[in-house]
């Protein structure tokens, strides 16, 4: 590890004046630090300046470490005009929304009453991720934007694409956990749980910029090098110096349900070989079809966390539970893999997984 | 133990201040302790713990986050003391499993249920895992097996194949702060 300067902050502009005032020096944001403390100790980061955002010490509140909902009618326009439309062509449509700030930690967001009983995809897979231990420090912004658990990118020896090489060694190495979607530049899954579920609940993304703040969507937050010119030195649209502040989320009306299932190698914690988060919303009944609307995620399976559109289509279709259309969603769900060598049985695990998560909310839905 | 190579020089910023000096003076409460250190800021509270305060019972497995040898209660909540930094630590309090018994003389229930239960084998596991069903049980004094088995999900033992240990957690709740004698060992 590298020598560097260690600098306290307790809020998102503070971080940001300190990181561009390092600009031409390199500085880097920690959080929880679980992943950032990896990447110091193996030499993947170097930087000058380590900026800590932390929460400010007890007696002063900072919304950056708080769950709070926010009713439709306080909610900002900047957000309200992304909310998702009723229907296909309306205005967005004013919701009740959850406000969670980028220190949140996942273990807050696992026994948070109302993520369990409204956003019960969060909450599951936030609970799902890592250890107690972990969960109590790790925070939801650092969740979201810790780089991938590649096994060639996490060792200093190899030199790869993503650090700016020329060579990615898993595409004929060992990558019985990389992607099989997306996977032909650089082949190292998504690493964020939580960004599968917050992908199914239409969440926005709010950013600290320079000159104030700026709001996305999170489903155009996260890129992949197809996506990107063949860059895949990134994995999301924060740029340098930014700083994630908050999360919003819609909270559902009650024809709308989410899950979030998590298939792993161990029986205890471990990393997901593959993850699945579902949100349907009921048909009115005598509509011809069950839902009218579906989000289908799909992670640990390609670089940015996978909408399964097929899926999501012929999930939409379906006008009654059986076997034959779970099976035809199911195969829909793997449309577009193409694994590599040691990876093949992702292809069935996404299925499996997309199955499991559809039958489960059809029968409680 | 290594505090991973800081070598060189430190320079220490905080929004109160700049001072430059190679190490820091810490100031931690440590099992109810006021407590003053002088560590490389990028020490780990592990190493602060083992090294600069001779609290041996913190023990170090993978350095990762993955096995929970080296838990400890950090302002009351479960952390992994290899992924704190000394500077992190600053102004805390901490809890270790030299200060979980309330005296010399008695054991902590959940100390006298590993006891009693055989949950400790070769015991590098142990101390986390007492810390780990302590933090548990101030959460939910009751659990279920299932529960159990959740809040020790951050603590690798090698040694017991676990159903002991589990057994024990679950002595510890029904004994509901009495001690209890002998058992099944
Ligand atoms: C044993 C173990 C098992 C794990 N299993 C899983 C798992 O199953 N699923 C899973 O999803 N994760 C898993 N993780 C990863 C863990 O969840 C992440 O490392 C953690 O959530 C990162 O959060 P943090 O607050 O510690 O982030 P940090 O390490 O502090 O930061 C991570 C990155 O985010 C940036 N950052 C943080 N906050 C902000 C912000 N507000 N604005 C801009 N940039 C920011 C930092 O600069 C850094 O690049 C596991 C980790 C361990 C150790
Ligand atoms: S999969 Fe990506 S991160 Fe891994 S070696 Fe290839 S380029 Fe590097
Ligand atoms: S030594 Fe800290 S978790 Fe293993
Ligand atoms: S008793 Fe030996 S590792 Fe648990």
Redesign the pocket.
């Known amino acids: 590890m590298n020598a560097f300067t260690w600098v306290e902050v307790t809020t ?1 502009e503070q971080a940001v004046a300190q990181l561009s005032a390092a600009r031409g020096g390199s500085a ?10 990896d990447r110091l100790k193996e030499g993947l980061d170097a930087p000058e300046r380590l900026i800590v ?1 932390r929460r400010p010490t007890a007696g002063s509140k900072s919304t950056l470490s708080e769950i709070s909902e926010i009713p439709a009618s306080r909610l900002p326009d900047s957000i309200t005009r992304l909310l998702p439309a009723g229907n296909a062509g309306d205005a967005p449509q004013p919701r009740d929304c959850l406000r969670i700030g ?2 949140v930690t ?1 273990a807050q967001i696992a026994s948070h009453p109302t993520i369990l009983r409204a956003l019960p995809a969060l909450a599951q897979a936030a609970h ?4 107690p231990q ?1 969960r109590a ?3 939801i ?3 979201l ?3 991938p658990r590649c096994w060639y990118f996490r060792s200093a020896d190899f030199h790869c694409r993503k650090k700016g090489g020329d060579e990615c060694f898993a595409l004929d190495g060992e990558n019985e956990y990389h992607a099989i979607f997306d996977n032909r530049t650089c082949a190292a899954v998504h ?4 960004a599968v579920a917050l992908l199914v609940l239409d969440a926005i993304v709010e950013i600290q910029t320079a000159s104030g703040t700026r709001q996305q969507r999170l489903s155009a937050f996260f890129v992949s090098a197809s996506q990107q010119g063949g860059d895949v030195k990134r994995e999301n649209r ?1 740029e340098p110096g ?4 908050h999360l919003y989320i819609p909270l559902p009306s009650p024809d709308e349900r989410s899950l979030y299932l998590k298939s792993k190698q161990k029986q205890s ?4 070989l593959c993850e699945v988060a579902i949100s349907v919303r009921r048909a009115p009944s005598g509509a011809g079809s069950l839902l009218q609307a579906a989000r289908i995620v799909v992670g640990g399976v390609a670089p940015i966390p996978w909408r399964a559109k097929a899926a999501e289509a012929a999930l939409l279709r379906l006008s009654k539970l059986d076997i034959e259309s779970v099976r035809a969603i199911a195969q829909a769900a793997s449309d577009g893999a193409r694994p590599l060598a040691k990876n093949g049985y992702k292809v069935p695990l996404c299925q499996g997984v997309v199955a499991q998560a559809v039958m489960q909310i059809l029968s409680n839905a | 133990m290594s505090t991973h190579g800081h070598d060189s020089h430190h320079a220490t910023t905080t929004s109160s201040g700049t001072f430059t000096r190679p190490l820091i003076e810490l100031r931690l409460r440590v099992n109810g302790i006021d407590t003053v250190c002088v560590v490389h800021p990028m020490a780990r509270l592990l190493d602060v713990l083992r090294e600069s305060l001779h609290l041996s019972g913190t023990k170090e497995g993978c350095g ?3 096995c929970g040898a080296c838990a400890v209660l950090l302002n009351g909540e479960l952390v992994c003391s290899c992924l704190v930094p000394a500077l992190q630590a600053m102004g805390t309090e901490v809890t270790t499993i030299e200060g979980v018994a309330p005296s010399l003389a008695t054991l902590d229930r959940v100390q006298q249920a590993f006891v009693d239960c055989g949950g400790a084998q070769c015991g590098i596991c142990t101390p986390g895992m007492i810390l780990a069903a302590k933090a548990l049980l101030t959460r939910c004094p009751q659990p279920t097996e299932a529960e159990i088995r959740e809040g020790l999900a951050g603590n690798l033992c090698r040694c017991t194949g676990y159903t002991k240990i589990f057994s024990s957690v679950l002595r510890a709740c029904q004994a509901d702060g009495a001690t209890t004698e002998g058992g099944e060992r």
């Open positions: 998102a880097l944001l920690k959080a929880g630090g679980i992943d950032v403390l955002l980028a220190l996942l799902a991720i890592a250890t972990i420090v790790a925070t912004a650092g969740n934007l810790q780089r690493p964020s749980g939580a924060l930014e700083v994630i502040t914690f471990d990393w997901p | 990762e986050g993955e």
